[in-house]
């Protein structure tokens, strides 16, 4: 994707937060910038320039009332979906997307729809980080294997064509998931995912991204949060982001190499619709 088009992109999934900002804060849903959101407010001031997509995140409880207010909350223009009402969407995380735009990913081959989003993550609590929480781990990730599997989301797609040790990989999960119902599959990873959230817990997960093991926090760095500038526009973040970025990033003011500044998305095809 060339410079002006990821530019385009980027106002439109700024437009799309400004929407899901403000039916947070009509309804009193706590949601925060994350990921590499997160690092562009405090790195860039807004977007990191060649990031392609915005996070955000909310805690098991405010995902779940978002998900149940946004279709009727949302202005017109945009449409929340999740792996429950999109037979085609394999994500454990939502998705806010614009009608009528068109984003579209190498790796998903299904006739779902792809608008330009923005991804909404819940966070859900663990008790530790001990050897339970790998084999939780190991146990989601062989359900969202089922169920990307189900939904024909191709992992083994990448800017140099097809990575054969992951297609081999993925066999045996499109094969059994073909006499598996994505509803099942759905119900047993949530249990998994949300076994801890009535307990007091002094760890959360960013329940969606692809190494979990990676964006586990201590809960406490969400527990204030203020506002950040993002592009001009005021956005909610945890007040301690020095401490989910280092645990994130590590030395995370220091830019990556150039090699390194590219888009994760491998997106192929992009419409803006009526402009």
Same mark, same amino acid.
């Given at each position: 994707?060339?410079?002006?088009?990821?530019?385009?992109?980027?106002?439109?999934?700024?437009?799309?937060?400004?929407?899901?900002?403000?039916?947070?804060?009509?309804?009193?849903?706590?949601?925060?910038?994350?990921?590499?959101?997160?690092?562009?407010?405090?790195?860039?001031?807004?977007?990191?320039?060649?990031?392609?997509?915005?996070?955000?995140?909310?805690?098991?409880?405010?995902?779940?009332?978002?998900?149940?207010?946004?279709?009727?909350?949302?202005?017109?223009? !945009?449409?929340?979906?999740?792996?429950?009402?999109?037979?085609?969407?394999?994500?454990?995380?939502?998705?806010?997307?614009?009608?009528?735009?068109?984003?579209?990913?190498?790796?998903?081959?299904?006739?779902?729809?792809?608008?330009?989003?923005?991804?909404?993550?819940?966070?859900?609590?663990?008790?530790?980080?001990?050897?339970?929480?790998?084999?939780?781990?190991?146990?989601?990730?062989?359900?969202?294997? +089922?169920?990307?599997?189900?939904?024909?989301?191709?992992?083994?797609?990448?800017?140099?064509?097809?990575?054969?040790?992951? !297609?081999?990989?993925?066999?045996?999960?499109?094969?059994?998931?073909?006499?598996?119902?994505?509803?099942? +599959?759905?119900?047993?990873?949530?249990?998994?995912?949300?076994?801890?959230?009535?307990?007091?817990?002094?760890?959360?997960?960013?329940?969606?991204?692809?190494?979990?093991?990676?964006?586990?926090?201590?809960?406490?760095?969400?527990?204030?949060?203020?506002?950040?500038?993002?592009?001009?526009?005021?956005?909610?973040?945890?007040?301690?982001?020095?401490?989910?970025?280092?645990?994130?990033?590590?030395?995370?003011?220091?830019?990556?190499?150039?090699?390194?500044?590219?888009?994760?998305?491998?997106?192929?095809?992009?419409?803006?619709?009526?402009?």
């Amino acid at each position: 994707m060339d410079s002006e088009t990821l530019r385009k992109v980027q106002l439109v999934q700024l437009e799309i937060a400004k929407e899901i900002s403000r039916v947070c804060d009509e309804n009193g849903i706590k949601y925060f910038l994350t990921g590499g959101t997160l690092l562009g407010a405090v790195r860039h001031g807004g977007f990191i320039p060649w990031d392609d997509d915005l996070d955000i995140g909310m805690f098991r409880q405010d995902y779940e009332k978002f998900l149940e207010i946004a279709p009727v909350s949302l202005r017109e223009q !945009y449409r929340i979906i999740d792996w429950k009402s999109d037979q085609s969407y394999p994500h454990p995380m939502g998705k806010v997307i614009k009608k009528g735009t068109l984003y579209k990913e190498s790796k998903r081959k299904d006739q779902g729809e792809q608008g330009i989003w923005v991804d909404v993550f819940p966070y859900d609590n663990i008790p530790n980080l001990n050897n339970d929480f790998q084999a939780r781990i190991f146990k989601l990730k062989i359900l969202r294997g +089922l169920v990307r599997a189900k939904c024909n989301y191709q992992t083994w797609h990448s800017e140099d064509g097809v990575i054969w040790s992951k !297609y081999i990989k993925n066999l045996p999960f499109r094969v059994v998931s073909v006499f598996m119902k994505k509803e099942n +599959l759905i119900k047993k990873y949530e249990a998994i995912s949300t076994i801890n959230n009535n307990k007091e817990c002094k760890f959360v997960f960013e329940n969606g991204p692809e190494n979990y093991s990676e964006w586990c926090f201590k809960k406490e760095i969400f527990s204030n949060l203020v506002e950040r500038d993002f592009e001009n526009c005021k956005f909610l973040i945890p007040e301690k982001y020095h401490e989910y970025l280092r645990a994130a990033y590590g030395d995370y003011m220091v830019l990556p190499p150039i090699e390194k500044r590219e888009n994760q998305h491998l997106i192929v095809e992009v419409s803006f619709g009526d402009e």
